[in-house]
């Protein structure tokens, strides 16, 4: 008989424990991580070692077109002859001939005003005056009465047949007779001037057309009562349309360089494409300030045969400094002014650029504006500059040009280069913070921009 043992019983009858899972993985999570690792110097390197590269030449073509120096300011549009008619007598507003767009011609009716009132004082002015004349004729009777009397009693006095106390009281009633006729005569010439004056009055009861022109605006209304006591009350208002002012607002850097004469032109929201020209005629010596802003009202007139100009429209106005048409064109951004000679550095025509603009701004600060270190026209002068050429092969050639008109991108090239031919106009470089390539038009000459115009923007 076999015995079990007591420890294979105990071995056999206790519960078995499973040994835990081995972890898995871990080989692929490292290699995730090396691969990230390797991708973002990938990046780095790609993006970021780009801009450590050599900056590359901006190469551009000398063009031709055209060019023109401007101040520009927004404007607005106002007719150059408007006449508000209004009424000169009070009373109802009965009848209104016009409506707003009319043309109407110098002396057509416009409108009527009640005048029963004004009538029955013409007619009441009427009826004294005839009582005057009536009167004055009866004066004008008893005077030659006592006249007679006079002369009469005269030649019985020279005979002695009458006394002379008869004598003296008979031409006493002929110069009181004579006096009685002159004042007659003054109330009739009050009662003339009177009736004048009602009569007058009973004619602006009929309202006419002071001048040819459009019907722009009426604020009044038919049935309306008007009160012309105290102001004259607006009826209507007649604009002539032929003729359009453009008022605008220059800023006070820019009033400086504008001077009377100056071409004009200025395009409208409607018809963006068609220039309306016209020539500067007056500059508002008194300022209006916006938000802390001094601006100054230029005025210049335009032709509006086609009444395609109305008013009240905006108006986007260029004042032409300067022009050239069929010029050489270069990029500002390619030339180097300052005084800088051909083969110098671009740090040396840096410091004589702001040199000269530190004096150039000098002057101006002693003269002011208009006074004698200022001139308006300095900056429209031909002026001499550098550029790079790029020649055929490849080379680099500094050469000295003329440069006429300028605006803030194109530059008017009077003398030293040809249409076609090619030039620097500045440096491409990387941006390393978002990896992108951008081109970058940095002048060679720094701060001495052109004279006048404050340096490429």
Same mark, same amino acid.
């Given at each position: 008989?076999?015995?079990?043992?007591?420890?294979?019983?105990?071995?056999?009858?206790?519960?078995?424990?499973?040994?835990?899972?081995?972890?898995?993985?871990?080989?692929?999570?490292?290699?995730?991580?090396?691969?990230?690792?390797?991708?973002?110097?990938?990046?780095?390197?790609?993006?970021?070692?780009?801009?450590?590269?050599?900056?590359?030449?901006?190469?551009?073509?000398?063009?031709? @077109?055209?060019?023109?120096? *401007?101040?520009?300011?927004?404007?607005?549009?106002?007719?150059?002859?408007? *006449?508000?008619?209004?009424?000169?007598?009070?009373?109802?507003?009965?009848?209104?001939?016009?409506?707003? @767009?009319?043309?109407?011609?110098?002396?057509?009716?416009?409108?009527?005003?009640?005048?029963?009132?004004?009538?029955?004082?013409?007619?009441?002015?009427?009826?004294?005056?005839?009582?005057?004349?009536?009167?004055?004729?009866?004066?004008?009777?008893?005077?030659?009465?006592?006249?007679?009397?006079?002369?009469?009693?005269?030649?019985?006095?020279?005979?002695? /047949?009458?006394?002379?106390?008869?004598?003296?009281?008979?031409?006493?009633?002929?110069?009181?007779?004579?006096?009685?006729?002159?004042?007659?005569?003054?109330?009739?010439?009050?009662?003339?001037?009177?009736?004048?004056?009602?009569?007058?009055?009973?004619?602006?009861?009929?309202?006419?057309?002071?001048?040819?022109?459009?019907?722009?605006?009426?604020?009044?209304?038919?049935?309306?009562?008007?009160?012309?006591?105290?102001?004259?009350?607006?009826?209507?208002?007649?604009?002539?349309?032929?003729?359009?002012? *453009?008022?605008?607002?220059?800023?006070?850097?820019? *009033?400086?360089?504008?001077?009377?004469?100056?071409?004009?032109?200025?395009?409208?929201?409607?018809?963006?494409?068609?220039?309306?020209?016209?020539?500067?005629?007056?500059?508002l010596p008194t300022p209006t300030v916006t938000n802390n802003v001094v601006l100054y009202t230029a005025l210049f007139d335009v032709a509006n045969t086609d009444k395609q100009l109305l008013p009240q429209m905006t108006a986007q106005v260029f004042f032409v400094r300067a022009s050239a048409q069929d010029a050489v064109l270069v990029p500002v951004?390619?030339?180097?002014? @300052?005084?800088?000679?051909? @083969?110098?550095?671009?740090?040396?025509?840096?410091?004589?650029?702001?040199?000269?603009?530190?004096?150039?701004?000098?002057?101006?600060?002693?003269?002011?504006?208009?006074?004698?270190?200022?001139?308006?026209?300095?900056?429209?002068?031909?002026?001499?500059?550098?550029?790079?050429?790029?020649?055929?092969?490849?080379?680099?050639?500094?050469?000295?040009?003329?440069?006429?008109?300028?605006?803030?991108?194109?530059?008017?090239?009077?003398?030293?280069?040809?249409?076609?031919?090619?030039?620097?106009?500045?440096?491409?470089?990387?941006?390393?913070?978002?990896?992108?390539?951008?081109?970058?038009?940095?002048?060679?000459?720094?701060?001495? /921009?052109?004279?006048?115009?404050?340096?490429?923007?």
């Amino acid at each position: 008989m076999n015995v079990q043992s007591p420890i294979r019983n105990i071995q056999a009858t206790a519960p078995r424990v499973k040994a835990p899972p081995k972890k898995r993985g871990r080989g692929w999570l490292v290699l995730a991580f090396i691969l990230c690792v390797l991708l973002g110097a990938g990046a780095y390197w790609y993006y970021g070692g780009s801009s450590t590269s050599t900056p590359e030449p901006v190469i551009v073509t000398a063009t031709r @077109g055209d060019v023109e120096d *401007v101040v520009t300011a927004v404007g607005s549009l106002t007719p150059l002859n408007s *006449v508000d008619v209004g009424a000169q007598v009070s009373g109802q507003l009965e009848k209104l001939y016009v409506k707003i @767009g009319d043309e109407v011609e110098q002396g057509k009716l416009l409108a009527e005003i009640d005048s029963s009132v004004m009538a029955a004082k013409v007619d009441a002015g009427k009826a004294q005056l005839q009582n005057l004349q009536a009167q004055l004729a009866e004066k004008q009777s008893q005077a030659t009465l006592a006249h007679v009397q006079a002369e009469r009693q005269d030649k019985l006095f020279a005979i002695g /047949g009458t006394s002379k106390d008869l004598l003296d009281q008979a031409q006493a009633g002929a110069k009181v007779a004579d006096a009685q006729i002159k004042s007659v005569q003054a109330q009739i010439m009050q009662a003339e001037s009177s009736l004048k004056a009602d009569s007058a009055t009973l004619s602006y009861s009929k309202i006419f057309a002071p001048m040819t022109g459009t019907v722009t605006a009426i604020p009044a209304k038919q049935g309306q009562t008007l009160n012309a006591n105290q102001s004259a009350p607006l009826i209507l208002t007649i604009s002539d349309l032929s003729t359009m002012t *453009v008022s605008t607002q220059v800023s006070e850097a820019d *009033v400086s360089k504008l001077r009377v004469g100056v071409e004009a032109y200025f395009t409208t929201l409607g018809n963006p494409n068609r220039r309306f020209r016209g020539t500067l005629r007056q500059i508002l010596p008194t300022p209006t300030v916006t938000n802390n802003v001094v601006l100054y009202t230029a005025l210049f007139d335009v032709a509006n045969t086609d009444k395609q100009l109305l008013p009240q429209m905006t108006a986007q106005v260029f004042f032409v400094r300067a022009s050239a048409q069929d010029a050489v064109l270069v990029p500002v951004a390619a030339l180097q002014f @300052g005084g800088a000679r051909a @083969g110098g550095t671009p740090q040396g025509a840096a410091n004589d650029g702001a040199r000269a603009g530190r004096n150039g701004a000098g002057r101006a600060g002693r003269g002011g504006r208009g006074g004698a270190g200022f001139d308006p026209t300095a900056g429209l002068r031909p002026r001499a500059a550098t550029l790079t050429v790029v020649k055929d092969d490849g080379s680099q050639e500094t050469r000295s040009v003329m440069a006429g008109v300028t605006d803030r991108v194109n530059a008017q090239i009077i003398s030293g280069l040809n249409e076609g031919e090619s030039i620097i106009a500045g440096v491409q470089t990387a941006d390393a913070g978002n990896g992108a390539q951008r081109r970058q038009q940095q002048r060679p000459g720094g701060a001495g /921009g052109p004279a006048g115009l404050g340096g490429f923007r």
